[in-house]
């Protein structure tokens, strides 16, 4: 597996923030924003980051609560979904993408770039792909798509949910489907977070099948 290390980055706004390297072992296929859940660059985005570095790709995993404070790393208990929560809130979206931006413009020199994201970074990988030029975009579990879905992404978009996603409702997935009849949507029998490990919602199967769509995304799109 490979091994990552942090490096620092420029927003266009000038804002400095560290972000998690990760580089496969061969000459990079395309490059990777990963985008963090509310509980920050932690041990699970740092393990996602070099599991998708193995299969290819130049990964950069911002983190995005450096514009409030440097080096959050939340536990998943309630005491860290209130944090993560107050940190989103106060980061708002357009700072966010402009961080993404910034490490999608790094990534570039290794071919096409792709977001992937989870939870909040699941909405962001969304967002990004309407107000940036990446060329692919996955999505996972992101409760603020909804929000959003009438901003036309610029690239291709593949979204995976829970049907037992208490903060993503059956109604809002259809709506979604109705407004990006384009998008690849899938759903899972499985609840909010399903794809991380060391969350109560941890879904062996949902997860796999769901990484083997994502990578076959990926390959399709950016190579």
């Given at each position: 597996m490979p091994q990552g290390n942090s490096v620092k980055l420029t927003a266009a706004d000038g804002h400095s923030f560290e972000a998690f390297h990760a580089m496969p072992p061969r000459t990079p296929?395309?490059?990777?924003?990963?985008?963090?859940?509310?509980?920050?660059?932690?041990q699970h985005i740092r393990a996602v980051a070099e599991f998708y570095a193995s299969k290819g790709y130049a990964?950069?995993?911002?983190?995005?609560?450096?514009?409030?404070?440097?080096?959050?790393?939340?536990?998943?208990?309630?005491?860290?979904v209130t944090r993560g929560r107050e940190l989103r809130t106060t980061i708002g979206w357009d700072s966010p993408v402009r961080d993404i931006a910034a490490c999608a413009e790094e990534l570039v020199g290794y071919g096409r770039v792709a977001t992937l994201g989870?939870?909040?970074?699941?909405?962001?990988?969304y967002v990004a792909a309407?107000?940036?030029?990446?060329?692919?975009?996955?999505?996972?579990?992101?409760?603020?798509?909804?929000?959003f879905r009438f901003e036309r992404p610029h690239c291709p978009v593949q979204m995976h949910f829970g049907e037992k996603d208490l903060l993503i409702s059956k109604d809002d997935v259809a709506a979604i489907r109705s407004a990006l009849?384009?998008?690849?949507?899938?759903?899972?029998?499985?609840?909010?977070?399903?794809?991380?490990t060391e969350r109560a919602d941890f879904h062996a199967e949902s997860s796999t099948l769901a990484g083997e769509r994502t990578l076959a995304f990926l390959s399709a799109s950016i190579g």
């Open positions: 296929r395309g490059g990777l924003v990963l985008i963090q859940e509310i509980f920050g660059v932690n990964v950069l995993a911002p983190a995005l609560f450096d514009r409030v404070e440097p080096g959050v790393e939340l536990a998943y208990d309630e005491a860290g989870y939870c909040w970074g699941g909405s962001l990988s309407a107000r940036t030029r990446v060329s692919a975009a996955v999505c996972y579990y992101g409760a603020q798509i909804i929000d009849p384009e998008a690849e949507i899938y759903t899972y029998p499985a609840g909010h977070g399903f794809n991380c």
